[in-house]
């Protein structure tokens, strides 16, 4: 996704860089966001040299004052946002960074299809929001 997207890329909830890092391997400037300042320690230790920046942060409240190509979470991580007021708001925070044309992506088990079912297919787009 960071190719097709061809920019910068940020991802929410990054812990200890599992992702981000590889992406920042291929060359992408890579921003990764947490709240755990522990995680992003050990971020810190496994990325030297590499085009990555950590940020601790909220991914319900942060402002980076930039826009992103590519924005993701990985590992579940929508599902620690569990009321609709929560979602609401990382989704607030991913639409003012993402840039015109750019892609967010997440993951999270067992959706419920219907829910998720669009005009478009089964992507739910910000603008369905």
Do not use: Y
């Not at 009321?83 to 609401?88: D, G």
């Not at 840039?99 to 005009?119: C, I, Q, S």
């Amino acid at each position: 996704m960071a190719r097709e997207a061809g920019g910068s890329v940020l991802e929410l909830a990054c812990g200890t860089g599992r992702v981000t890092i590889p992406i920042a391997k291929l060359g992408f400037p890579v921003t990764g966001l947490d709240i755990v300042p522990g995680m992003l320690a050990r971020a810190r230790s496994k990325s030297a040299g590499l085009p990555v920046r950590w940020v601790e942060g909220d991914a319900r409240t942060f402002d980076l004052g930039e826009r992103f190509r590519l924005i993701f979470m990985t590992g579940n991580a929508f599902q620690a946002f569990v009321t609709n007021a929560e979602q609401a708001a990382v989704l607030r925070r991913v639409h003012a960074h993402l840039d015109d044309g750019g892609l967010f992506a997440f993951e999270t088990r067992n959706p419920l299809l219907p829910n998720l079912k669009t005009r478009e297919g089964f992507f739910v787009t910000l603008e369905t929001l």
